[in-house]
């Protein structure tokens, strides 16, 4: 009985299995003509390395992160720096510089990125956001709260960055151009709910928050307290949900039956429905010709030089109504009324353009059924019986040739604001309630202009 172990030759295999050869065979004597087997740099990811260059020294002189942090750095902040509490002599942790919260959300929305946990995924990952933290540690629950809680700080720096704009005669608030866009909600369809499912709903969520703060925790395999503070947390988040939903019901009851007294609207007040999972949000007819949960963003932008002057949200799903409210804030915003506000024909309501021409506004908006008009062998230009003077100025100025050269900038500047905000990802917000969407259209509005003043300063440079 023969006890060798058989004996396999590593070059005889084929897919993976060995022929038993029995007894040892000579190696097969390579081809002459073979090729030889070629000497490669392998790489080897376990061996251990000291490196002494700093982030710094990693980030590229010219990114652009660095053109965020000397813009936020030019900013007057004082009103972030007031809020906190952590001073010499008194008891807390140091809190987190707001210019760096700031310049995290600017050069977040500049990559497109609108949700914080993706941000705070990004601080520990990406060389630019780990430039910008410094070493600083963060948590998405400090980088969210940053940007819904300080949106009249936002609101604030736009109104100056637009101010600094105005004084280097970079831009002019001669002309404006106003247009809105669609975000989608961070709601669902099926959220929305008729009163008496409201109610329900309500009667739950109570019970469910009655029954959180009564348990005690005995047994052993129960939640930890944190869980139970957790889940008693979000059931009275729940609960305030629903509650503003009823009050946004009742407002909206109010609205349409005021329409319907007005312009003889009618409407059925038991089909009604509001969202509990953000109450703010409406039914919006979408691009795309769906309907779904959406704000109306509202963007008014200089015809020279594009930079965002004005900035609304609204949860109408129309532009009818928009217009005077905008003017409004810019007049607020910079004591200075445009003299021309250009629009497109869902902004061109009767009211709207009467108290604009009212206010020396000149309104560059098209006729509603202008072709229609003309096809019926009426001059759509002369004004109406009904016209107030407002009116008749603004539709006999829309049949001048300097009316129809002016209006083409309209698309040229407030669509073109809008999609440099779609490609920076603003087609649906990760924030609930219309304050905090404010804010990131605010942050939008701010990026833009960001980017317009370097522009504008680098162009101005050239010149000279």
């Known amino acids: 009985m023969n006890t060798t172990s058989p004996t396999t030759d590593p070059d005889l295999t084929s897919g993976g299995l060995l022929f038993d050869l029995g007894e040892p065979l000579p190696k097969p004597t390579p081809h002459p003509e073979a090729a030889p087997r070629p000497r490669l740099r392998l790489a080897e990811r376990c061996q251990g ?44 942790r140091d809190a987190t510089d707001p210019r760096l919260l700031l310049a995290l959300w600017l050069f977040a929305t500049i990559d497109g990125v609108g949700s914080a946990r993706t941000l705070d995924g990004l601080c520990q990952e990406h060389l630019a956001y780990q430039w910008l933290c410094g070493g600083v540690s963060l948590n998405y629950h400090t980088l969210a709260d940053f940007r819904s809680q300080h949106t ?101 009851l109010d609205k349409r039956q005021q329409q319907q007294r007005d312009k003889g609207v009618k409407f059925n007040p ?53 217009m005077q409210p905008m003017l409004q804030q810019i007049e607020a915003r910079y004591q200075e009324k445009p003299a021309q506000l250009l629009v497109d024909g869902g902004f ?75 490609q920076r990802g603003l087609y649906q917000v990760r924030v609930r309630s219309r304050q905090k969407v404010l804010a990131v259209a605010l942050l939008q509005a701010l990026v833009h202009n960001l980017l317009r003043t370097a522009a504008l300063r680098a162009a101005k440079k050239a010149e000279e």
């Open 270 to 322: 038991a089909q009604l429905r509001t969202s509990t999972t953000d109450p703010e949000a409406a039914r919006m007819k979408m691009p795309d010709g769906g309907t779904r949960p959406a704000y109306n963003v509202q963007f008014a932008t200089t015809v020279q030089g594009g930079a965002i002057v004005g900035v609304d949200v609204s949860n109408v799903g129309s532009d009818s109504g928009q």
């Open 49 to 92: 390395e000291f490196r002494t260059a700093s982030v710094d020294e990693l980030l590229p002189g010219d990114h652009q992160v660095r053109v965020v942090w000397d813009y936020v750095c030019q900013l007057d902040l004082t009103g972030l720096l007031q809020q906190i509490k952590a001073v010499p002599g008194q008891p807390g």
């Open 152 to 252: 009249a700080i936002l609101d604030q720096l736009l109104t100056d960055s637009v101010a600094t704009l105005l004084r280097e005669n970079l831009i002019s608030l001669k002309q404006v151009a106003q247009d809105g866009m669609r975000v989608r909600a961070s709601a669902g369809a099926s959220s929305f709910h008729r009163e008496p499912s409201l109610r329900k709903c309500l009667a739950v969520a109570q019970a469910q928050v009655a029954a959180l703060n009564n348990q005690v925790d005995e047994d052993g395999q129960a939640a930890s307290r944190r869980q139970q503070a957790a889940r008693a947390r979000a059931a009275r988040e729940r609960q305030e949900r629903i509650e503003r939903a009823l009050a946004e019901r009742s407002q909206l």
């Open 348 to 422: 061109t309501t009767l009211q709207d353009i009467e108290m604009a021409e009212q206010n020396r506004i000149e309104v560059i908006g098209p006729i509603k059924n202008e072709e229609v008009t003309k096809a019926k062998g009426a001059d759509p230009y002369q004004p109406k019986k009904k016209d107030g003077p407002g009116v008749a100025a603004w539709r006999q100025r829309m049949g001048t040739e300097v009316a129809k050269a002016l209006y083409p900038l309209r698309s040229a500047t407030a669509e073109w604001a809008n999609a440099g905000a779609r």
